[in-house]
């Protein structure tokens, strides 16, 4: 006779033909997470309480204090934020070492990657937090974010794979990550704040919906086209009407056989770029556009951020996007509530008062129609 599964309600996750998440935790054989799990099911309530503040000497973040009002089942199992490298970049070797040191020490339970970014490591007891931390140190890994600081930051793979980058999204990531290191392990401030890096406007870290400060590359002057090569594309039969037509600003014209650009027009979407990448590229004069305020929830729902800086050159040592980081984040702490994101500081206050406190111009680019917002309020002589 088939002995009788401790788990019967999450076995029935293992079902289907798609990947099992029940399964993987099995595989780890952390059994007093299965059964806090199933007990779950069972009375159809949470048994995760809030753990209060747990953490390694020296830092106030990093850790996320995860405690049961079942103990008899399974006390503790808090989550490690692991700061990952830029793009996900690992070498095997790494990747290893990470895997070693968290069966040795956690559940081995990991989450690549967090929707913040960083490596989670779910499930370690207290008293293994200290020397499981000491031994990421030695391999060369640090504590992300958590609580309200200055979050692990993520970037898309940028140069490193993609020919379209306007921006070196890496290089940016790994000097705003050492920057504000100190910002990532104490928090101070009213709540948290992400910061996204993507190379090009498709946005492939969703920086304009997950993050309050979005750095987004982007160029400056005209997007470079080989009339060759579209002729090519409408040979093969791409409808170059079609991608005309569905630009957003009607800044195309295909006259079948060429194509023409008014680049005042173009609101640098990508759509062409995407249809057409061997006869399109973005311009040269290449930079990032900055924005602010986006988050996927919050106390006045999703935002998208706002644009804050149409376009700033960003090479090293990116002294003008730290000093405006700077600026911001010190406005938000200064009139922040608690649990709110800068986004929804900027909500409360206004656009205009906003851009006067960093000493930022009011820009045509910040807004779809002028007056019909007192969100959006301006004296005739601040706007550009
Ligand atoms: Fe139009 Fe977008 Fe192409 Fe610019 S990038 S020309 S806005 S489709």
């Not at 890096?197 to 920086?207: E, L, R």
């Not at 979407?269 to 988050?295: E, Y």
Request: with cysteine; glycine share 10%.
């Amino acid at each position: 006779m088939a002995e009788k599964s401790e788990t019967p309600i999450l076995d029935e996750l293992e079902k289907g033909p798609w990947p099992s998440h029940v399964t993987e935790l099995k595989k780890t054989g952390y059994k007093g997470l299965l059964a806090l799990y199933e007990q779950i099911y069972q009375d159809k309530m949470t048994h995760w309480a809030h753990g209060g503040m747990v953490g390694v000497p020296g830092y106030d973040a990093g850790v996320i204090g995860r405690v049961s009002d079942r103990p008899d089942i399974l006390k503790d199992a808090h989550t490690f934020r692991i700061i990952e490298p830029a793009a996900w970049f690992y070498k095997t070797e790494y990747l290893r070492k990470i895997c070693d040191t968290w069966e040795k020490y956690g559940s081995g339970l990991m989450n690549l990657h967090g929707a913040t970014g960083d490596l989670q490591l779910i499930g370690i007891k207290t008293e293994n937090m200290v020397p499981c931390f000491n031994e990421f140190a030695q391999i060369g890994f640090d504590l992300g974010g958590s609580a309200g600081d200055i979050r692990t930051m993520s970037c898309c793979v940028g140069p490193a794979r993609c020919e379209f980058s306007c921006i070196d999204t890496l290089a940016i990531y790994q000097e705003l990550t050492m920057s504000y290191l100190d910002e990532m392990h104490r928090p101070r401030f009213p709540y948290k704040f992400k910061i996204k890096i993507s190379g090009c406007p498709n946005d492939g870290v969703a920086a304009t919906a997950r993050s309050d400060l979005a750095i987004i590359g982007t160029w400056r002057d005209s997007i470079r086209i080989d009339q060759e090569e579209v002729r090519k594309y409408a040979s093969a039969g791409l409808n170059i009407n079609d991608v005309c037509a569905k630009c957003p600003t009607e800044a195309l014209e295909w006259n079948g056989t060429e194509l023409k650009l008014n680049a005042d027009d173009c609101v640098r979407c990508m759509h062409c770029i995407n249809k057409m990448p061997k006869a399109l590229r973005p311009g040269i004069d290449k930079g990032a556009t900055i924005l602010i305020g986006g988050r996927a929830r919050g106390r006045y729902g999703a935002f998208l951020a706002w644009v804050l800086v149409p376009f700033m050159k960003v090479n090293p040592p990116y002294t003008e996007l730290k000093d405006l980081i700077k600026k911001i984040v010190e406005w938000w702490d200064e009139n922040g509530r608690t649990k709110e994101r800068v986004g929804e500081t900027i909500y409360r206050f206004g656009m205009g008062r906003f851009l006067r406190a960093v000493g930022l111009p009011a820009v045509p680019q910040q807004i779809i129609r002028p007056r019909a917002n007192p969100f959006w309020f301006y004296w005739p002589g601040e706007v550009k």
